[in-house]
Structure formats: structure tokens, C-alpha cells
């Protein structure tokens, strides 16, 4: 090459080196904004006198699934795109809305087939963070169903006030997330925690894997003897008795819940699934796949396949929608409570008793909301 090359493309590198060097520059880290947005008197007086808080609870957005993977502050706020440190307010006042489906296409997409987005048409704006909330948005996998409930449907509606038509309706919003109904073109799985009945509380994954000796990566070695994969129903009780030795009494609570997809917004009126039998019976599809889920401290979870026929298992507390014998009996149940009514008061009673733990979770769960 002749000299006049090695000039040329020198002089290329540099100026391609030195637009690199100023965008990596001008990129707003979120310690900038936290300079003002971490004072928690930082708050506006809007039009009507009202006052805005403009804190935010960086400890909390640490971890948020958000930070976690990397979105920063200008990520979601896309307008700012460089603060001017002569102004008062080294930004505009008035930002953009922030359109969360810049990112979530898909999941913007499918919400446009909903009920609540529909509702625009008669003027009611229901937003994304509406039911996600924005700064501190968790991952869901590890959510129980009273979580994911409380979260996003009953923040906005009274069930009890509906769902006349379906008997022990308590017992099926505690074990079956709203959305498996209501968004019924949705996948769903059954999903096992462990529930401790001496703390009369699920125990966390840290909990059992500690009382297990093991970690994330070692559960499936110390579980799954066979190493095919799937827990057994052998397994599974192998692992309640090895608890035991621990001192650790409980069983496994088994929840009807929804696969994280897209058309989990699809949640129309008139819509949703109503048929016992969908459920109620030996062969149903809506209890083909279960899994444990051991959370993380990041709020993200690992899921373990478990042998189907563990519903029918002793260690499995209060599942007897499934298996052979046991979903005859609910039938039973079912029937003379849909045909006579007569044992709504026995019954009613026995099912208090036993969704107690999460009729109590579930009231605090409010109590948090409507503080
Ligand atoms: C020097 C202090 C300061 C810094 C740095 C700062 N802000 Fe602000 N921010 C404010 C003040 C003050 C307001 C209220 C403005 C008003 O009077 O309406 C505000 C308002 C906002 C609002 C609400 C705007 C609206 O349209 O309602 C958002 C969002 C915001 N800031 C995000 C950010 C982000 C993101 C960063 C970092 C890139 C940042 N801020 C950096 C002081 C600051
Ligand atoms: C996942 C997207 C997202 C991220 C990341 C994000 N914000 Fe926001 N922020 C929003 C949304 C949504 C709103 C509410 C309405 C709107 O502006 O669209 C909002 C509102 C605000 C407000 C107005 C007050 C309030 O709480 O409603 C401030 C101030 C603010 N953000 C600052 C920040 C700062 C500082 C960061 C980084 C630490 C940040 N935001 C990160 C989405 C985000
Ligand atoms: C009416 C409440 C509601 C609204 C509004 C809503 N979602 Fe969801 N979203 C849900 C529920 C319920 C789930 C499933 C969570 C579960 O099963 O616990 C979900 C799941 C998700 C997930 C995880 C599943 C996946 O597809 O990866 C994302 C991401 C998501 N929503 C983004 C959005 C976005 C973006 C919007 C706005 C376009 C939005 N959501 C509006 C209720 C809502
Ligand atoms: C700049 C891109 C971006 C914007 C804007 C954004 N998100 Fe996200 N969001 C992500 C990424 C990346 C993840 C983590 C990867 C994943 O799970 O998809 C995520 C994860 C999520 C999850 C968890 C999904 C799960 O599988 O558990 C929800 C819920 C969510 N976002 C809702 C929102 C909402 C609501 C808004 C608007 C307020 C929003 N996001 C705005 C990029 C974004
Ligand atoms: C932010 C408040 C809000 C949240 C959260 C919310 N909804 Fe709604 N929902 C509404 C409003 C408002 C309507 C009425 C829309 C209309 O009139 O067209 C509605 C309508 C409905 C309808 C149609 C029946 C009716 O009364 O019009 C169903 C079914 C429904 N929601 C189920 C759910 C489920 C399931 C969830 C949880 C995934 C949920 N909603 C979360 C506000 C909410
Ligand atoms: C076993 C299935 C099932 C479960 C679980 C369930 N629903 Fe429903 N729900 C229905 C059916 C079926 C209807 C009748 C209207 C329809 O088909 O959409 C209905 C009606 C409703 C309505 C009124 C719709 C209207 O047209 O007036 C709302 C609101 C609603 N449900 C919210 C919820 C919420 C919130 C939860 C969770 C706490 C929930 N549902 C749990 C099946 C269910
Ligand atoms: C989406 C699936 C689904 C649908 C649809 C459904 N159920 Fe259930 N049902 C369940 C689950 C899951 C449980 C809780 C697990 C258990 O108790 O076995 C349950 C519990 C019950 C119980 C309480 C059993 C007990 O021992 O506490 C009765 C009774 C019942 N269902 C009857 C019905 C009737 C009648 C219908 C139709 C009107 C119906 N279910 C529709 C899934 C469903």
C-alpha cells in the first residue's frame, strides 16, 4: 500500500474511534438523574394543586427486571438526550409518555385485542403500568397466584361481585390465576410451592435449597435420581422425607397458572372459559405440565418439570381437580353443590379450613393496596 493509504485510513480510524469515544460520552449514566431524583422532597405542585412526587426509590429499581438487564433511565425516558446542566432543570418539564411497546412489540400488539384497551374508545385510558407498574416492574415467573392476582386484576375489580355461576368461587381464585380463565387462548401450567406448616408460610427457594444442602445448579442432581429430567412422584416424595429429617414439615400448594406469553392480554367479555369439564376431568389439558419453581434473589426463577401424577399425591395439598379417583369426587362435590346447594355449608366450611394460609395471605395482600 502506498503511503497516501496508510494516511487515509489512519485518519478513518480516528474519526470513526472518536464518534465511538463521544457517543459512549454523551450516553446519560442514571447517577445523573439520581442527583435530583434521589432527594425524596423532590416533588411539583401540578395544575390543580395536587402535588407530584418526583423521587424515585433507586434501592427499589436496583431491582427491577429493568435495571437487571440493563435498561437505564433514558432507555424508557427516550427524549432526554443530554442534560443541560445551565438550566434549572437540566430537561424538558414536559417529557414524552413513555411507550412501553417500543420494546414490547408483541405483547403491544396482543393488548390491542383486549377489553381494557379497547376501552379507549369510551374514553378510559388503561396503560401498560397500569397493571405493571413501571419503575420497580418484577419478573412474574415465581409469582404466586395471589400475587399475580393482587398485582394486576383486584387492583381494579371485586370478583366476588361476579362468578355466581361458579361454586367454592374462593377456592378458584385462589388456585387458578384470573387470566387462565379470562385469557383462555393462553398456555398454562400447574405450578408446586413449597408450603411450610409449622411458619405457615411457602418456604422461599434459598429456604429449601438450604435445607436440601444444595444450590440452584445442584437441585435437579440431589432430586432427580434418575437424572431423566422430571421429578417423579418417587422423587418428590423422597424429597419431602429428606425435609422432614430436616425438621421441615409441609406439602407442595398447587396453583393453575399462566405460561408468560403475549396473548395473556387477551382478555375479552364473554370471553372466558367456563366449562367444568375443561378442568374437572381425569384427562384435562389444563394440568398436562407441572413444574417447581425455585425464585431468585433477582426475582427471576428456574423451573423444574415434575411427573404429572403428583397431583394425586399425598404431598400435594388440596389438589384433587385431576387424577383418577380423587376428580371423581370433586365431581361429586361439584354436582351436588351446582344441583342441591345442600352441601355448601359442610363444604364451605372444610374449604375455609383449607385455603386458610391463603386466605390470609391474600387479605394482607390487599391491606397492602389499599394503604
Ligand atoms: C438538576 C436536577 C435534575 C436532574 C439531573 C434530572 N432531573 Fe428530572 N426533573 C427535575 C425537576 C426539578 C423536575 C420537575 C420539573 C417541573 O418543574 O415540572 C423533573 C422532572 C422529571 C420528569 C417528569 C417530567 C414530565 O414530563 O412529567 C421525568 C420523567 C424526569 N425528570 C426524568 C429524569 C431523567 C430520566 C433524568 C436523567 C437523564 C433526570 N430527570 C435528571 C430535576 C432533575
Ligand atoms: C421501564 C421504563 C422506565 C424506566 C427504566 C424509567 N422510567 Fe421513569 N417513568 C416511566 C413511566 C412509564 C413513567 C410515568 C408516565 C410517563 O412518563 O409515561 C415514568 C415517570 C417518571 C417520573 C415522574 C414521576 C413518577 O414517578 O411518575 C420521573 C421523575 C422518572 N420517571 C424518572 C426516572 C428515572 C430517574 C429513572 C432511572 C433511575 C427512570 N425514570 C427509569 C418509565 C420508566
Ligand atoms: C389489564 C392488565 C394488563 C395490562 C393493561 C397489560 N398487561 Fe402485561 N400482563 C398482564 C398479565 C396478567 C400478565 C401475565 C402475568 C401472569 O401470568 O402473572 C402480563 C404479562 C406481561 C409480560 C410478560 C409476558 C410476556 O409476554 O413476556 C410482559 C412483557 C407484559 N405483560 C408487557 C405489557 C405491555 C408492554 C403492556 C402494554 C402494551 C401490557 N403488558 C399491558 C396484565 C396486563
Ligand atoms: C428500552 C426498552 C424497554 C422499554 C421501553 C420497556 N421495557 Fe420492559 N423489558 C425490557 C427488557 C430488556 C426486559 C427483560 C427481558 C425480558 O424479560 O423480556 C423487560 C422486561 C419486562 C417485563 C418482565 C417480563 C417477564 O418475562 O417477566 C415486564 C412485565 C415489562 N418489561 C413491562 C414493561 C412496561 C410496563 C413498560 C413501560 C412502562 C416497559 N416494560 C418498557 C425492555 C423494555
Ligand atoms: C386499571 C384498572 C384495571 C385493571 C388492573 C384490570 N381491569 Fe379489567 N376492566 C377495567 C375497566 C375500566 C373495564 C371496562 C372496560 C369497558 O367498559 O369497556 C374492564 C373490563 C374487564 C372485563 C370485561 C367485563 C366488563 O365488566 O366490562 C373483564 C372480563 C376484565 N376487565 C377482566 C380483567 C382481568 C382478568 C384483569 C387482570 C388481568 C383485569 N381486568 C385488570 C379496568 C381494569
Ligand atoms: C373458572 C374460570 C374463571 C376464573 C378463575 C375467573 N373468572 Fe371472571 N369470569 C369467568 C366467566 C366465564 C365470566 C362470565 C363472562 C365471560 O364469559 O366473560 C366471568 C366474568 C367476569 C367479569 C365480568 C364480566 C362481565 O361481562 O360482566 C369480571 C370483571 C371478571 N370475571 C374478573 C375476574 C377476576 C378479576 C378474576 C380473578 C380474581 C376472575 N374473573 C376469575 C370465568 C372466570
Ligand atoms: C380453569 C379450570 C377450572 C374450571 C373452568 C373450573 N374449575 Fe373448579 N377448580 C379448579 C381448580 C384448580 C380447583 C382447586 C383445586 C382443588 O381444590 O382441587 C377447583 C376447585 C373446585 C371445587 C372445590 C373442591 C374442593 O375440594 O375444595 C369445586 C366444588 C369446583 N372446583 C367445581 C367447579 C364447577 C362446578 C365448575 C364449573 C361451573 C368449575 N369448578 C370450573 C379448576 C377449575
Given at each position: 500500500m502506498k503511503l497516501k493509504t496508510y494516511y487515509l485510513v489512519g485518519v478513518f480510524i480516528i474519526l470513526i474511534s472518536s464518534c465511538l469515544l463521544s457517543t459512549y460520552a454523551f450516553a446519560t449514566e442514571n447517577d445523573e438523574c439520581m442527583e435530583c431524583h434521589s432527594d425524596d422532597s423532590l416533588e411539583r405542585t401540578e395544575s390543580e394543586g395536587m402535588k407530584e412526587d418526583l423521587f424515585i426509590d433507586y434501592?427499589?429499581?436496583?431491582?427491577?427486571?429493568?435495571?437487571?438487564?440493563?435498561?437505564?433511565?433514558?432507555?424508557?425516558?427516550?427524549?432526554?438526550?443530554?442534560?443541560?446542566?445551565?438550566?434549572?432543570?437540566?430537561?424538558?418539564?414536559?417529557?414524552?409518555?413513555?411507550?412501553?411497546?417500543?420494546?414490547?412489540?408483541?405483547?403491544?400488539?396482543?393488548?390491542?385485542?383486549?377489553?381494557?384497551?379497547?376501552?379507549g374508545g369510551k374514553g378510559i385510558t388503561i396503560p401498560c403500568y397500569a397493571c405493571h407498574g413501571y419503575h420497580f416492574v418484577s419478573h412474574l415467573t415465581s409469582d404466586s397466584v395471589f400475587e399475580r392476582e393482587n398485582k394486576f386484576c383486584l387492583r381494579c375489580h371485586n370478583p366476588d361481585s361476579f362468578h355466581d355461576w361458579l361454586p367454592q368461587k374462593q377456592t378458584h381464585f385462589a388456585f387458578?390465576?384470573?387470566?387462565?380463565?379470562?385469557?383462555?387462548?393462553?398456555?398454562?401450567?400447574?405450578?408446586?410451592?413449597?408450603?411450610?406448616l409449622i411458619?405457615?408460610?411457602?418456604?422461599?427457594?434459598?429456604?429449601?435449597?438450604?435445607?436440601?444442602?444444595?444450590d440452584y445448579d445442584g437441585f435437579m442432581d440431589k432430586v432427580d435420581k434418575d437424572q431423566d429430567g422430571i421429578i417423579s412422584l418417587q422423587e418428590l416424595e423422597d424429597m419431602v422425607l429428606l425435609l422432614r429429617q430436616k425438621d421441615i414439615r409441609g406439602t407442595f400448594h398447587g396453583e393453575l397458572v399462566l405460561e408468560l406469553v403475549p396473548s395473556v392480554h387477551h382478555v375479552n367479555r364473554g370471553g372466558a372459559n367456563r366449562e367444568c369439564e375443561q378442568c374437572h376431568n381425569p384427562e384435562s389439558p389444563f394440568f398436562e405440565e407441572v413444574y417447581i419453581s425455585l425464585n431468585r434473589e433477582d426475582g427471576t426463577g428456574d423451573r423444574h418439570r415434575v411427573?404429572?401424577?403428583?397431583?394425586?399425591?399425598?404431598?400435594?395439598?388440596?389438589?384433587?381437580?385431576?387424577?383418577?379417583?380423587?376428580?371423581?369426587?370433586?365431581?361429586?362435590?361439584?354436582?351436588?353443590?351446582?344441583?342441591?346447594?345442600?352441601?355448601?355449608?359442610?363444604?364451605?366450611?372444610?374449604?375455609?379450613?383449607?385455603?386458610?394460609?391463603?386466605?390470609r395471605k391474600r387479605k394482607q395482600k390487599k391491606d397492602e393496596f389499599s394503604i
Open positions: 434501592n427499589k429499581f436496583k431491582y427491577s427486571v429493568h435495571n437487571v438487564n440493563g435498561i437505564t433511565c433514558v432507555d424508557c425516558h427516550s427524549d432526554i438526550e443530554e442534560l443541560n446542566w445551565d438550566n434549572d432543570v437540566p430537561h424538558e418539564t414536559s417529557l414524552a409518555m413513555v411507550k412501553c411497546e417500543e420494546c414490547h412489540e408483541e405483547e403491544g400488539e396482543a393488548y390491542l385485542d383486549s377489553v381494557h384497551k379497547k376501552a387458578v390465576e384470573c387470566a387462565v380463565c379470562h385469557a383462555p387462548d393462553s398456555p398454562r401450567y400447574i405450578s408446586l410451592r413449597f408450603y411450610d411458619s405457615n408460610k411457602f418456604l422461599g427457594a434459598e429456604n429449601l435449597l438450604a435445607a436440601l444442602e444444595t411427573e404429572r401424577r403428583v397431583l394425586e399425591s399425598y404431598y400435594v395439598n388440596h389438589f384433587y381437580a385431576i387424577g383418577g379417583t380423587r376428580v371423581r369426587n370433586l365431581d361429586k362435590i361439584g354436582l351436588v353443590l351446582i344441583v342441591g346447594g345442600l352441601s355448601v355449608v359442610t363444604g364451605h366450611l372444610l374449604v375455609r379450613i383449607a385455603t386458610a394460609p391463603v386466605r
